[in-house]
C-alpha cells in the first residue's frame, strides 16, 4: 500500500519562502506521477503543480507559476515543492498526491486522477 508523508510546513510572512516535502513508500517511486493540491477554509482542493514520473515535465497553475516550483529525487522517494514569494493567499493545507495513472512524461492536473494523498502539512502566510 502507498503511503504519503509531507513536511515542511508552517507560518512565514508574505515574500518568504518554504520547501515542502513529500515522502513515498511502500511501492516503487518511479511508477507514479505526482501532484501538490491545497485546500483553504471554505474553498475546495485545488491543483498547484504536478511532476511526470520521468521528473522531466512539470506543470503549474497559474496561480503559482514563477513562484513556486516542483521537483523530485527519485532515489529518495521524495517530491519537494519549493515556494518563494509567498503571499497571505498562498494559506492552506497542502496536500501530495500520487497517481499511477500517467504516462511517463504527462504530469497530472486533475484531482480525481489521483489514487493516494497524504494528510496534508498547514502553511500559513502573514501579512
Known amino acids: 500500500q502507498v503511503q504519503l508523508v509531507e513536511s515542511g510546513g508552517g507560518l512565514v510572512q508574505a515574500g518568504g519562502s518554504l520547501r515542502l516535502s513529500c515522502t513515498l513508500s511502500g511501492r516503487t517511486f518511479s511508477n507514479y506521477g505526482m501532484g501538490w493540491f491545497r485546500q483553504a477554509p471554505g474553498k475546495e482542493r485545488e491543483f498547484v503543480a504536478a511532476?511526470?514520473?520521468?521528473?522531466?515535465?512539470?506543470l503549474h497553475a497559474a496561480t503559482v507559476k514563477d513562484r513556486f516550483t516542483i521537483s523530485r529525487d527519485n532515489a529518495e522517494n521524495t517530491v519537494y515543492l519549493q515556494m518563494s514569494s509567498l503571499k497571505p493567499e498562498d494559506t492552506a493545507t497542502y496536500y501530495c498526491?500520487?497517481?499511477?495513472?500517467?504516462?511517463?512524461?504527462?504530469?497530472?492536473?486533475?484531482?480525481?486522477?489521483?489514487?493516494?494523498w497524504g494528510q496534508g502539512t498547514q502553511v500559513t502566510v502573514s501579512s
Open positions: 511532476l511526470s514520473r520521468s521528473g522531466g515535465v512539470t
Open positions: 498526491a500520487a497517481t499511477s495513472r500517467s504516462y511517463i512524461n504527462s504530469p497530472v492536473s486533475l484531482k480525481n486522477m489521483y489514487e493516494y
